[in-house]
């Protein structure tokens, strides 16, 4: 590696995007590739039948100084805003509790909102499915597609994907293939409805006990175009994994009866519906390791599995990722420069 380095980043989650913005500038070219069609991993939008939901994370939380300091940025630019909806527990339509967590904060008008922004300060390549890394003799990798197209040499790689992705990817670099590999990821199936009219609902969302939902939100994304009332439904991880396999009209009507039973209102009729199921929706035993790097293999892996399940922990994981690859280049400058 002669001057400054090249980084490949597979993942546009925000995880990888904090990384690579946090690198711009500082190397020679950062890429981040993603396999969907726009940024945001998680924290994407769904839309169906004119409406629009953030059907991953529904907010987040800041506990960190330095995220606090980013918060603060994105804030300023009006990215995100504090969300203080009044958010409940709920038995069978009985209100057992206020929950008065920590401040939240949404993304502005939609979750996705803050992996745009960072993707504006990166070269990010979509619809690019990373699904083979070839170790350079001379030192770097080279990357192909899922068709065996070729799309690039870089100096350092980082892999910023779930974890059984990271795992798959990684296979010829074992500390990191078998760190990953050890993450189990809990399986949600998320509802999307949108009603004709507001509900007879008081609150703003809930926590639901004794049900196979585990979470009810009224959708913080504003509804340009109509006056629907838009719910996100995330069912339990156990319900969840049970129903995995499931057919999708199927999910949709059970998660439909157990918003109704949950919420204990006369039910009506959507003016569309639709289910997604997230297969790897948040890291149960997260490694407990800001971000891995192996300096041999100029390999790295990051995201939410290494830190915590959320996304102040991927935000964190992404710019941890990035300290060590700067630290990594200073390094071998100093190894080339004369004594
Ligand atoms: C249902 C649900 C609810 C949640 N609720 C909350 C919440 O309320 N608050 C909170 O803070 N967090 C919440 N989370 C967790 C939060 O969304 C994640 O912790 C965070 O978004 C993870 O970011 P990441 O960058 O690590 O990974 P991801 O967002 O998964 O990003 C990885 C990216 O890599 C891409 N990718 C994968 N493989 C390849 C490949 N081979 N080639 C190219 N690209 C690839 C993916 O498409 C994706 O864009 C929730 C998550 C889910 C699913």
């Not at 069978?92 to 008008?109: C, E, H, L, T, Y």
């Not at 585990?214 to 109509?226: C, H, T």
């Not at 129903?243 to 003016?271: C, E, N, Q």
Request: proline share 5%; net charge neutral; charged share 20%.
């Amino acid at each position: 590696m002669g001057g400054q380095p090249s980084v490949a980043i597979i993942g546009a989650g925000i995880a990888g995007l904090t990384c690579g913005t946090a690198l711009k500038g500082m190397v020679e070219r950062v890429v981040v590739y993603e396999k969907n069609v726009f940024p945001g991993g998680r924290i994407t939008r769904f839309r169906a039948g004119g409406h629009e939901f953030s059907h991953g994370a529904q907010y987040f939380t800041v506990s960190n100084p330095l995220f606090w300091n980013i918060v603060s940025g994105w804030q300023s630019d009006g990215i995100v805003r504090p969300w203080d909806g009044w958010i409940v527990e709920l038995n069978k339509g009985q209100i057992s509790n206020s929950d008065m967590a920590s401040q939240r904060f949404v993304g502005v008008p939609r979750m996705q909102m803050v992996a745009e922004n960072l993707a504006r300060h990166c070269e990010l390549v979509t619809s690019a499915n990373i699904s083979e890394l070839e170790r350079q003799p001379e030192g770097g990798w080279r990357l192909f597609n899922e068709r065996g197209e070729y799309l690039g040499a870089y100096d350092i790689v980082i892999i910023a994907t779930a974890a059984h992705q990271v795992a798959d990817l990684c296979r010829s670099v074992p500390t990191i293939a078998k760190a990953a590999n050890r993450v189990d990821m809990t399986v949600c199936w998320s509802g999307m409805f949108a009603f004709e009219r507001r509900l007879n609902l008081p609150y703003d969302a809930a926590h639901v006990l004794e049900s196979p939902l585990s979470w009810i939100s009224r959708s913080q994304v504003s509804q340009p175009a109509s006056e629907a009332d838009c719910w996100v439904l995330h069912a339990s991880p156990e319900w969840s994994q049970k129903y995995a396999a499931s057919f999708r009209g199927r999910v949709m009507h059970a998660l439909l009866d157990a918003f109704w039973s949950a919420t204990d209102i006369a039910p009506s009729k959507p003016l569309s519906s639709s289910v997604h199921c997230w297969k790897h929706a948040v890291p149960i035993n997260p490694i407990g390791e800001d971000s891995l790097f192996v300096e041999s293999e100029a390999l790295g892996a990051c995201g939410d599995w290494c830190t915590a399940p959320r996304i102040e922990g991927a935000v964190l994981s992404g710019f941890s990722m990035a300290d060590r690859i700067m630290k990594f280049i200073n390094k071998q400058g100093e190894a080339r420069s004369p004594a």
